[in-house]
T-cell receptor
Framework: AQSVTQLDSHVSVSEGTPVLLRCNYSSSYSPSLFWYVQHPNKGLQLLLKYTSAATLVKGINGFEAEFKKSETSFHLTKPSAHMSDAAEYFCVVSEVYTGFQKLVFGTGTRLLVSP | GAGVSQSPSNKVTEKGKDVELRCDPISGHTALYWYRQSLGQGLEFLIYFQGNSAPDKSGLPSDRFSAERTGGSVSTLTIQRTQQEDSAVYLC?????????????FGPGTRLTVL
């Protein structure tokens, strides 16, 4: 089975400083990986996805993630945090079966942004 | 266009009662998923529907949980004889599922509280 590990349950940054949210995956084959964001009392929104094309993936709201096979990592970054980025972020790996795909979620990282 | 919608947004019930949660997927999406988000278990897959095929129920936690999808569109998740451990946010997602890596779009969820 595939899995993802989010290394930090909470990350605190100041507005305008860089963001790094760490994720490591475990997969027996080339995985498909996603980052989703969940704002308080809102649904999950897709930030970006990696599907074995370019290893550097650009997403919405200035976020990007780099797939590093040698390190089995898929860390999420943003050059400059904004107050509106405060939310919970989930690293997700896809398990593909015959006829469907199941998402396996990490435990989440709560990003706190201070003024 | 319209996204995935879920109703009710909040549901409070007494232990032992049955509840029904509804999901309206994005129009044209053939695949529909239910997930559960709880404090102790994180985000976990419950059940999957694809078109008119038999659903994959491998994630349902007990036989008190069931789901159906009528006409390949709207889905209802039913929990019978609710228990306090059923308290969670129930998320529905839909996708086109054309094979390979698929993007699942999530609804805002239904927060279930069992007293």
């Amino acid at each position: 089975a595939q899995s993802v590990t989010q290394l930090d349950s909470h990350v605190s940054v100041s507005e305008g400083t860089p963001v790094l949210l760490r994720c490591n995956y475990s997969s027996s084959y080339s995985p498909s990986l996603f980052w989703y964001v969940q704002h308080p009392n809102k649904g999950l929104q897709l930030l970006l996805k990696y599907t074995s094309a370019a290893t550097l993936v650009k997403g919405i709201n200035g976020f990007e993630a780099e797939f590093k096979k040698s390190e089995t990592s898929f860390h999420l970054t943003k050059p400059s945090a904004h107050m509106s980025d405060a939310a919970e972020y989930f690293c997700v790996v896809s398990e593909v079966y015959t006829g469907f795909q199941k998402l396996v979620f990490g435990t989440g990282t709560r990003l706190l942004v201070s003024p | 266009g319209a996204g995935v919608s879920q109703s009710p947004s909040n549901k409070v019930t007494e232990k032992g009662k049955d509840v029904e949660l509804r999901c309206d997927p994005i129009s044209g999406h053939t695949a529909l998923y239910w997930y559960r988000q709880s404090l102790g278990q994180g985000l976990e897959f419950l059940i999957y529907f694809q078109g008119n095929s038999a659903p994959d129920k491998s994630g349902l936690p007990s036989d008190r949980f069931s789901a159906e999808r009528t006409g390949g569109s709207v889905s209802t998740l039913t929990i019978q004889r609710t228990q306090q451990e059923d308290s969670a946010v129930y998320l529905c997602a839909s996708s086109l599922w054309q094979g390979g890596t698929d993007t699942q779009y999530f609804g805002p969820g239904t927060r279930l509280t069992v007293l």
